[in-house]
């Protein structure tokens, strides 16, 4: 727990002193950090899936600008839904445009490998994270039940 802990914050200062560079006092990135995460709480957002190969390149603008490439799954709050309708757009008014969030694995630079041993159905349907690779062929590959249930539930979720 105390790692897991110690990781997180680590990480949110990380970026923090990636974002803000020229601060340098710890006071003042925690600051900083606090009202990022209170903005990101309060605000809407989409996330979008994409299912690529794993030899894949990854488009310079990023698989969300990519004309190539379609999202197999699309998220929306119930906030970013609501503003962006017709009738609400005399009660909203777009301060930012929208920016990308990052997850603490992606500052870290981690990628969490999906294997037949590592593989559950609530990680699969609950799974907070962004960033995931999941096995598909060789020793360590899903078996066809777990790929069969993987696919319904993102389906369904």
Not at 87 to 108: H, M, N, Q, W
Not at 134 to 147: H, M, W
Request: glycine letters at 4%; a negative charge; hydrophobic letters at 35%.
């Amino acid at each position: 727990f105390i790692a897991a802990g110690y990781k997180e914050i680590s990480s949110c200062f990380q970026l923090m002193r990636i974002i803000h560079s020229k601060e340098k006092g710890w006071l003042t990135l925690a600051t900083h950090a606090v009202m990022m995460r209170e903005r990101h709480h309060y605000s809407g957002f989409q996330e979008e899936r994409f299912l690529v190969e794993g030899n894949e390149e990854a488009p310079a603008e990023g698989y969300a600008l990519s004309a190539d490439h379609e999202p197999v799954k699309t998220k929306k709050s119930a906030y970013s839904w609501l503003t962006q309708r017709a009738f609400c757009s005399k009660l909203f008014e777009e301060l930012d445009p929208p920016v990308r969030a990052y997850t603490g694995d992606e500052i870290r630079d981690i990628m969490p490998f999906v294997t037949a041993e590592t593989w559950s159905l609530d990680k699969m349907c609950c799974s907070r994270s962004d960033r995931e690779v999941t096995v598909v062929s060789g020793p360590s590959a899903l078996r066809p039940d777990q790929f069969t249930s993987s696919i319904v539930c993102l389906t369904l979720a």
